[in-house]
């Protein structure tokens, strides 16, 4: 028996560890910037946090819950239909 | 925590549990038993959580976190442990676990959150699950009441213990601060909203346990080495109550709820209101 096995089965960190989650979305937001007064509401309640600093959705992961649209208070957010 | 998991569209759990490790800092240690939370790491090679998790038994949770947390202690570290089990790792299977390690006053934080069913398996009834509610074991609906962990960890005396609810992060992030400043065992308990278990839209996550605070089916407060301390979300709600049919009516898991049941859920609700008040007053 070797003391420390050299690979040793173990997740690591990593974004995007369940895959680009962003395929199963069927309602896309998208941010009416006029609108938006940068409160950060959405940056908050994302349960993804797919909402950065900027307010910008990454989409790649973004789920399509719909929090953000739900809990704007500028109803700045609307959620459109992918289309694919 | 990292973006992408493999949690469900809406789910408040990963929402509470990214307050939950932003308050908890890089100095921390996850014991995660069999839960929702085991499954959103995310699949093997990659975990999307930036600290060590430990997965271990639904049963052995608080027993797991009661070695390493004396073993750290032992090492002369301050690395905080934090137990993240869901309700029926908490009230049903974890229950006996938990009451030891909190009778031996292990230095942890364990945190319940609750979904009001076992989630991942596809909602079966667990303790935590309200009367009324229609679950795939009780599809009449569950004839017993929710049982009260709280009490029960009350009776514990720890020296710190707190309700919290998903759609107020930020109180979530206080109320971990809070209870990691404690040595000695802490206890949390999350409401987290669900929206595949619960039936209703994905969007109304956060508005539900909004709902839940204001129609008094979830109190947030504190109990600090035994003084109560009702939230203010909460104290709003109990000056202005709003009717419990607003939040029972968008969940499909409440659909077709008996008169009677409402109206025993309501004394529920105002017995428990009146029980925490008069805690809050005793010990002012």
Redesign the interface.
């Known amino acids: 028996m070797s003391a420390v096995r050299e690979r040793l089965?173990?997740?690591?960190?990593?974004?995007?560890?369940?895959?680009?989650?962003g395929s199963?979305?069927v309602f896309k937001p998208v941010v009416d910037r006029e609108k938006c007064n940068a409160c950060g509401l959405c940056a908050?309640?994302?349960?993804?946090?797919?909402i950065d600093e900027e307010l910008i959705v990454?989409l790649?992961?973004c789920?399509?819950?719909?929090?953000c649209?739900?809990?704007c208070p500028k109803k700045a957010i609307e959620?459109v239909r992918e289309e694919k | 925590m990292l973006k992408c998991t493999s949690a469900c569209a809406g789910c408040s759990d990963s929402l509470a549990l990214r307050y939950v490790l932003k308050a908890a800092g890089p100095d921390t240690v996850m014991v995660v038993p069999a839960c929702c939370t085991s499954v959103i790491q995310g699949i093997y090679p990659n975990t999307a959580f930036n600290v060590p998790v430990y997965n271990i038994a639904f049963g052995a949770a608080a027993a797991c976190a009661s070695g390493m947390s004396n073993a750290f202690r032992a090492a002369g570290k301050k690395t905080n442990v934090i137990v993240y089990a869901g309700d029926g790792g908490t009230l049903d299977i974890g229950i006996q676990a938990m009451s030891g390690a909190f009778e031996r006053g292990t230095d942890f934080l364990y945190i319940c959150y609750d979904n009001e069913a076992y989630g991942n398996t596809g909602m079966q009834r667990s303790g935590g699950t309200p009367m009324g509610a229609k679950t795939t074991t009780t599809p009449t609906g569950k004839t017993d009441a929710k049982k009260d962990i709280d009490a029960i960890i009350a009776a514990h005396d720890p020296p710190y213990m707190a309700t919290a609810c998903a759609a107020y992060p930020q109180d979530i992030f206080k109320k971990v601060q809070k209870a990691l400043t404690f040595r000695g065992p802490t206890f949390i308990h999350i409401l987290a909203p669900c929206p595949p278990g619960w039936r209703y839209p994905t969007e109304k996550s956060v508005e539900m346990g909004k709902l839940a605070v204001k129609s008094g089916m979830w109190v947030l407060y504190e109990r600090e080495y035994g003084k109560v301390t009702i939230g203010p979300q909460s104290k709003a709600a109990m000056k202005k109550p709003l009717p419990l049919e607003e939040y029972l009516s968008p969940q499909g898991r409440f659909k077709g709820i008996d008169t009677k049941v409402v109206e025993i859920l309501k004394q529920r609700i105002a017995k428990n209101y009146q029980r925490l008040a008069a805690d809050e007053e005793a010990s002012a």
């Open positions: 089965a173990m997740s690591r960190p990593k974004e995007g560890a369940a895959g680009q989650t199963w979305r908050m309640y994302c349960p993804d946090a797919s990454d790649r992961f789920k399509g819950c719909g929090i649209a739900n809990e959620m």
